[in-house]
């Protein structure tokens, strides 16, 4: 759906780069999330791919005809100027009443539409974000840290419901997120980044990546707990399931990790390539 290859961004006005050589690509009906420590050049990543930043070098290319649903990191509220939910999802695009009120169901907060915007809690606005990006009816959703300022129950219910609507829709997605545990049991795949691609693959396999364990030290941990339990089923029937990028996870001599790690939940929902 979009795919970058060797894309190098400057901070602008400088040779000094932000993100060096990334190839990345996005295929129908994945969920990808982008982690990485703060100023790695994740949101400058979305960005780019977006078409909304400058390249220094290398490419970026996106299917013809696709739509993006996008939340970005930061949206700025004035809050001298009153406007309620529904005028929000009419904005920019003007939407009639029920194609609002469908939306808000859809994310979990139906009947919000004569809430002002600044009445929301964290959770709610963050629902209502996803509503307006789904209204675009996207084949592609990208969230840039959509469960920042959300409690662990918030965050857990928000890539649930993430799920639900790429089951629903078929949309591929793309996050950025800081929740490890979260994204390493909702993503089809995760790229880890710092100024480059460090590692990337199922999470099975960047959780146990020495490139990731470095970078998140003491958290990551905590994910690489979520892949261990004892195997109750014979390895060897199992299918290959086969990742992007020669970083598959198909249980055969090569499968790279120690084999007392077992499947989180993301195992064996990857569409194929
Ligand atoms: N408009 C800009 N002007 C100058 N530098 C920028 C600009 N936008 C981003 N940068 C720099 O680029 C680097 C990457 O920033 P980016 O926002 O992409 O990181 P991030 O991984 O999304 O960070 P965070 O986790 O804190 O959101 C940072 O060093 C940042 O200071």
């Known amino acids: 759906m979009i795919e970058s290859r060797a894309l190098t961004i400057h901070r602008p006005g400088t040779s000094d780069p932000v993100l060096s050589h990334v190839d990345f690509r996005i295929r129908p009906g994945e969920i990808v999330t ?34 993006i649903g996008y939340v970005p990191q930061r949206v700025q509220l004035d809050t001298a100027i009153p406007m309620t939910v529904r005028r929000f999802l009419s904005l920019p695009v003007r939407v009639r009443d029920a194609e609002a009120e469908a939306a808000l169901a859809s994310t979990g907060v139906p009947g919000l539409g004569q809430r002002q915007l600044t009445q929301l809690s964290g959770g709610q606005f963050q629902r209502v974000l996803l509503a ?46 800081h929740d490890l545990l979260v994204v390493m049991r ?25 490139e990731y364990r470095a ?57 194929a390539p």
């Open 34 to 67: 982008v982690v990485g420590p703060n100023g790695s050049g994740k949101s400058s990543l979305i960005r780019a791919l977006l078409g909304h930043m400058p390249l220094a070098s290398g490419q970026v290319t996106r299917r013809a005809g696709l739509r």
């Open 132 to 177: 307006r990006a789904l209204l675009a009816d996207p084949h592609l959703l990208v969230l840039d840290e959509p469960t920042q300022g959300l409690d662990q129950p918030g965050i857990v219910a928000f890539y649930q419901l993430i799920e639900e609507v790429r089951r629903r829709t078929g949309a591929s997605v793309l996050m950025v997120s």
């Open 186 to 210: 909702s993503s089809d795949r995760v790229v880890c980044l710092n100024g480059h691609v460090c590692c990337e693959g199922s999470p099975q396999h960047v959780s146990t990546a020495p």
């Open 215 to 271: 970078l998140f030290g003491a958290e990551a941990a905590g994910t690489l707990a979520l892949y261990r339990h004892h195997h109750d089923h014979d390895h060897d029937r199992m299918p290959a399931l086969t990742g992007p990028e020669g970083t598959g996870h198909g249980h055969g001599g090569a499968c790279g990790h120690d084999h007392h790690h077992g499947h989180g939940p993301a195992h064996g929902t990857a569409p």
